[in-house]
T-cell receptor, first 117, second 115 residues
Framework: AQTVTQSQPEMSVQEAETVTLSCTYDTSESDYYLFWYKQPPSRQMILVIRQEAYKQQNATENRFSVNFQKAAKSFSLKISDSQLGDAAMYFCAYRTPSGGGADGLTFGKGTHLIIQP | DTGVSQDPRHKITKRGQNVTFRCDPISEHNRLYWYRQTLGQGPEFLTYFQNEAQLEKSRLLSDRFSAERPKGSFSTLEIQRTEQGDSAMYLC?????????????FGSGTRLTVV
């Protein structure tokens, strides 16, 4: 079974600074998908960024980027120029390819990101 | 389409009662998922549907839980004989299916409190 580990229960960063959230995972698959989701206090999960395992290039979405290290099974999220609106729980998630069996997302326990003004 | 809708937002029930939650996915999404999230944890997969077919159920889904998606549109999740351990946020999500890179769109959840 796949597992996702987020080793930082809480992180704090000054507004406008850069922060990196860690995520490692365990799988025997070679093809899979990785995601970062944001869950603000309103509780609705929002997709931040996604990565296909067979793509070497790290995904980027505006101020959000990932450092995907397939051999190390690591998928960290970097948030540049942190803004107050970035404060939320961040979840790393893993998904097998559709049709390959289990279709559900496996989530880590989350990292609570605090933005200091 | 305004996204995934869940009803009710909050539900307080007495132990032993039955509860039912509803989820309306994005209309063009053929896949629908149910997750449970307890305090301080990430969401845990419960079950998913492709159209009206329930394709997978987690071991977390005990016999007291049942989910349906009768016409391949909205879905209901019923919990019979609720227990205090059932207290959690129940999240619904939908996806257009196809390639696994498609992320899910989540609803705002139903918070269940069993007293």
């Amino acid at each position: 079974a796949q597992t996702v580990t987020q080793s930082q229960p809480e992180m704090s960063v000054q507004e406008a600074e850069t922060v990196t959230l860690s995520c490692t995972y365990d799988t025997s698959e070679s093809d899979y998908y990785l995601f970062w989701y944001k869950q603000p206090p309103s509780r609705q999960m929002i997709l931040v960024i996604r990565q296909e395992a067979y793509k070497q290039q790290n995904a980027t979405e505006n101020r959000f980027s990932v450092n995907f290290q397939k051999a190390a099974k690591s998928f960290s999220l970097k948030i540049s120029d942190s803004q107050l609106g970035d404060a939320a729980m961040y979840f790393c998630a893993y998904r097998t390819p559709s049709g390959g069996g289990a279709d559900g997302l496996t989530f880590g326990k989350g990292t609570h990101l605090i933005i200091q003004p | 389409d305004t996204g995934v809708s869940q009803d009710p937002r909050h539900k307080i029930t007495k132990r032993g009662q039955n509860v039912t939650f509803r989820c309306d996915p994005i209309s063009e999404h053929n896949r629908l998922y149910w997750y449970r999230q307890t305090l301080g944890q990430g969401p845990e997969f419960l079950t998913y549907f492709q159209n009206e077919a329930q394709l997978e159920k987690s071991r977390l889904l005990s016999d007291r839980f049942s989910a349906e998606r009768p016409k391949g549109s909205f879905s209901t999740l019923e919990i019979q004989r609720t227990e205090q351990g059932d207290s959690a946020m129940y999240l619904c999500a939908s996806s257009p299916g196809g390639q696994g890179l498609n992320g899910y769109t989540f609803g705002s959840g139903t918070r269940l409190t069993v007293v």
